[in-house]
Nanobody, 125 residues
Framework: QIRLVESGGGSVQAGGSLRLSCAVT????????MAWFRQAPGKEREGVAS???????AYRDSVKGRFTVSKDIGANTLILQMNNLRPEDTAMYYC???????????????????WGQGTQVTVSS
């Protein structure tokens, strides 16, 4: 069983930065594929960024150059550094994990079996 707990959301003005964390508990996560998804009110949940067990990253086009996904292996934590935030980045952000492999793009939502509870990000103009 894998448990994911997100933190770090909040409210910022456009152009600001936030750093999201996802703590992975009850499992050694060096063989996990992990990702960040987001869901705005009335919209589908969409993939934002992913990182494979061996460090390959992928991003949706709208966040490339602004967001960075990484892993703090010693702390069993997934990180999403978000810079130059825009109002359209406002959403609930979710951490996801699975034992599997996927390269070159953010995997679809149904590829992941484990989800966190979400953390809210609000960007004002």
């Amino acid at each position: 069983q894998i448990r994911l707990v997100e933190s770090g959301g909040g409210s910022v003005q456009a152009g600001g930065s936030l750093r999201l964390s996802c703590a992975v508990t009850t499992y050694t996560y060096d063989n996990l594929l992990m990702a960040w998804f987001r869901q705005a009110p009335g919209k589908e949940r969409e993939g934002v960024a992913s990182i494979s067990h061996d460090g390959f990253t992928a991003y949706r086009d709208s966040v490339k150059g602004r967001f960075t996904v990484s892993k703090d292996i010693g702390a069993n934590t997934l990180i999403l550094q978000m810079n130059n935030l825009r109002p359209e980045d406002t959403a609930m952000y979710y951490c996801a994990a699975t034992v599997g492999t996927w390269y070159n793009s953010v995997p679809p939502r149904n590829f992941f079996g484990y989800w966190g509870q979400g953390t809210q990000v609000t960007v004002s103009s």
